[in-house]
């Protein structure tokens, strides 16, 4: 057999190209960690949060704060797990005690009740800057502005937000009904927005119990009786009028206080749940109602003038299943019993408007039902004379 000849000049070798060295544990790169371990130092921390805010921002609803504080809880978490002794082997060691206070001030202050009191729960660093008074009086100030004229009561805002933000329920049939204490004055904080613009912010005291006239007349707190309240401009000082209110672009926020007892109560839906027009006036009636135990509502009402454009009118009155007004004293009872019963989980807008419209069809079922038994009646009574005018008529025949 012939050798095979290798072409000169050529590197006909088979084996592979010899690998570079592997360099020193002390030179060689860190080892990527995934994104669930915990955070190794705050800028990192501080980058997947603003990346995390920067993909949903698109996404946030407006005037809702659920986002920035599922991502305080989560950075607290992680800076929890940082300054675990897991951390610290990989060179770890941030805590929530490391950032300023006047910074997780700032961050707590814009959120809303129930996340303050969800962060306020997530770690114990956060739980003094979560009850602090001035922090809940901000948040307070953020959706009632009229509690800024307040002064001259002691008011605990962290009570007060958790009595007025829930809407009330209806007490638990199985506990034992006590008659409530009539309270003698009541304090009216009332503000109106207009597309997200405060038009009306004001605070009515009524002296209740110790007015026998206020006991024995139907119940209504009037916050504004006037001829005409136009909405301010929608455009600045450069447009050329005021803008025209629409009912449905309007919020009312009407909050009852008793000083006495410190107590608060939602007394109208922020959002309208019926609009009604008066063909005799040519007013639309924008109803905030809130139903109550027993078969009563509170009916806050804003009467706005189409032709002209303003608002006219906003006020509070009482009823009951009937649609008929209640006097001040059964009233200031509902009103009462309201304030002292205890707030539960699922007392939010949508529950109320629910409970709003069950107590309309049931008005509406009385009605009709009340339509029924007077047609019978009169179908009764109208037999009867028939039959006594027929009898009359066959005596005066046959005589």
């Known amino acids: 057999m012939h050798a095979h000849r290798r072409p000169a000049g050529r590197n006909t070798s088979l084996s592979r190209p010899p690998l570079p060295p592997s360099p020193d544990k002390a030179t060689q790169l860190p080892i990527y960690k995934p994104t669930n371990e915990p955070a190794s130092s705050l800028p990192s921390l501080q980058r997947r949060t603003a990346t995390t805010l920067a993909r949903n921002h698109r996404h946030k609803p407006p005037l809702s704060y659920p986002r920035p504080a599922i991502a305080v809880v989560m950075a607290v978490g992680a800076m929890e797990q940082a300054s675990s002794p897991a951390a610290f082997d990989h060179g770890g060691g941030t805590t929530i005690d490391d950032l300023p206070a006047d910074v997780l001030a700032l961050v707590l202050r814009r959120l809303d009740g129930a996340s303050l009191a969800a962060v ?224 539960r989980r699922g007392c939010g807008e949508d529950a109320a408007r629910e409970r709003y419209e069950d107590f309309v069809r049931g008005k509406r079922a009385r009605k009709e039902w009340k339509a029924r038994r007077e047609g019978i009646l009169d179908l009764c009574c109208s037999s009867v004379g028939a039959a006594a005018f027929l009898g009359f008529l066959a005596v005066l025949t046959f005589r």
């Open 120 to 343: 306020g729960c997530a770690s114990s660093g956060l739980h003094g800057l979560a009850t602090d008074p001035d922090t809940w009086r901000a948040l307070c100030l953020a959706m009632w502005p009229a509690v800024r004229d307040l002064l001259p009561y002691t008011v605990d805002h962290r009570a007060l937000f958790a009595d007025a933000f829930p809407f009330p329920c209806s007490p638990d049939s199985s506990s034992p009904s006590q008659p409530p204490t009539l309270p003698a004055r009541l304090v009216s904080a009332v503000d109106l927005r207009h597309a997200g613009v405060s038009i009306l912010s004001r605070v009515v005291e009524t002296d209740a119990a110790a007015s026998d006239w206020f006991l024995g007349a139907p119940f209504r707190v009037d916050a504004m009786v006037q001829e005409g309240f136009t909405s301010p401009t929608a455009g600045g000082a450069s447009s050329s009028g005021p803008a025209t209110v629409s009912p449905a672009d309007l919020e009312l926020s009407w909050v009852l206080l008793d000083p006495a007892t410190g107590r608060a109560l939602a007394a109208s839906s922020r959002r309208a749940v019926a609009v009604d027009r008066k063909w005799l006036t040519g007013d639309t009636v924008a109803r905030f109602a809130v139903v109550l135990s027993a078969g009563v509502a509170l009916d806050a009402a804003v009467t706005c003038d189409e032709r002209y454009g303003h608002v006219r009118e906003v006020s509070l009155r009482v009823e009951d299943a009937d649609g008929a007004g209640v006097s001040g004293r059964d009233g200031l009872a509902a009103v009462a019993a309201a304030m002292a019963a205890p707030r």
